[in-house]
C-alpha cells in the first residue's frame, strides 16, 4: 500500500492534467451526493414573475422560461446522470467481464456464443440501439440504464476475453494447475483479478460515455421526462430559446455536461498512468 501511493503522488506531480482530473472527478461525486443541499433554491419551483431572466447575484446561471434558477437545477441534475453513468457501466462491467473471461478461459462453443452475440450488438449504431431499446421498453431511467449498459457490453466482453486467452496458459497458472486448483477457482483466483486493473481504464472512459448516452437521449426525447433536472433535457429546452437570446438556458448546462465527460477520459489516461506497471519502474 505504501508504494502504491508512494506511486500515485508521483503521478499526479508528474502529470498536472491527471491531477486536475481526479480533483473534478471528487468535485463532480460530492456534488451528486450534497447537490440537493447545496443548491440554493428548489429546482422544480416555478416563478413566472422572473422567467427568463439573464444570469446575476441571485440567480449565477439565470432562469429558465418557468423561473426555475438554472444554477439549482444544474447542481441537483448531477446526481442523476451521475447515477445512470455509474449503474449502466456497473452492470455491463459485470455481465461482460464474466461472460468474456469465461469465453476466453474455456473457448469452444460458448466462446462461439458470446462473440457473436457481442458481434450482434455492435453491428448496430450503439446509439440508434439504445434508442430503440428505450422507444420499445418505455423511457424510464431504469430502461435508460438498461439501454446504456446492453451497448457498452461488448466492450468489456471483448477486452476480458483478449487479456484471459493470453493468461490462461502463462506460468503462474500452469503452476496453480498443478496444485490441484479447479478451472473455475484458476479463473476467479488466478486470471480474473489480473485482468481488472487495465479495465479500470475502460470503466473511466465508458462512464463519460454513458453520461452522453443518456443526455443524448433526454435530449431527443427519449430519456428522462420533464421536470426531472437532467442536462439533456435542459440542453434541449434552452435550445429553442437561443435564436431568441436566451443563451444561458443550454450553455450551462451544456458546459456541465461537457465537464463530466471531459473529466471522465482525462481520468481514463490517469488511471492507465497508475496501473501500468511500466510507470512504476
Known amino acids: 500500500m505504501r508504494d502504491f501511493l508512494k506511486h500515485f503522488k508521483y503521478v499526479m506531480s508528474e502529470n498536472p492534467v491527471t491531477a486536475l482530473a481526479f480533483g473534478l ?18 429546482p422544480l419551483a416555478s416563478n413566472t414573475a422572473i422567467a427568463l431572466q ?21 447542481i441537483v441534475a448531477t446526481r442523476l446522470d451521475l447515477s445512470i453513468s455509474v449503474a ?75 487479456e484471459v486467452n493470453v493468461r490462461r ?37 465508458n462512464m463519460g460515455w454513458a453520461i452522453l448516452n443518456a443526455a443524448g437521449l433526454s435530449f431527443i426525447g427519449l430519456g428522462v421526462r420533464p421536470p426531472t433536472p437532467e442536462w439533456g433535457i435542459m440542453v434541449a429546452e434552452g435550445a429553442n430559446f437561443i435564436v431568441s437570446g436566451e443563451w444561458w438556458l443550454a450553455l450551462f ?12 477520459n482525462l481520468l481514463g489516461d490517469g488511471l492507465r498512468d497508475i496501473v501500468d506497471p511500466a510507470r512504476r519502474t
Not at 472527478?25 to 428548489?42: H, S
Not at 496458459?169 to 488466478?190: E, H, K, P, T
Open 25 to 42: 472527478f471528487l468535485v463532480i461525486v460530492l456534488v451528486g451526493i450534497f447537490g440537493p443541499m447545496i443548491a440554493p433554491y428548489d
Open 253 to 264: 448546462p451544456g458546459a456541465a455536461l461537457m465537464l463530466a465527460v471531459l473529466t471522465f
Open 169 to 205: 496458459d502463462a506460468g503462474f497458472v500452469a503452476a496453480a494447475r498443478l496444485a490441484g486448483n479447479s478451472d473455475m477457482r484458476l479463473l476467479a483466483v488466478q486470471v480474473y483479478p489480473n485482468i481488472l486493473p487495465p479495465m479500470m481504464v475502460q470503466i473511466s472512459l
Open 54 to 74: 439573464p444570469p446575476s447575484w441571485s440567480h449565477l446561471f439565470g432562469t429558465d422560461n418557468l423561473g426555475r434558477d438554472v444554477f439549482s437545477r444544474v
Open 88 to 162: 449502466a457501466v456497473a452492470l455491463s462491467f459485470v455481465i461482460g467481464s464474466v461472460l468474456g473471461s469465461i469465453a476466453g478461459f474455456f473457448g469452444g462453443w460458448l466462446d462461439k456464443i458470446v462473440g457473436r452475440v457481442t458481434d450482434t450488438i455492435m453491428a448496430f449504431p450503439l446509439f440508434v440501439l439504445a434508442m430503440g431499446i428505450v422507444a420499445a421498453l418505455g423511457n424510464t431511467v431504469e430502461n435508460i440504464v438498461y439501454a446504456t449498459a446492453i451497448i457498452n457490453l461488448p466492450f468489456y466482453t471483448r477486452f476480458a476475453r483478449a
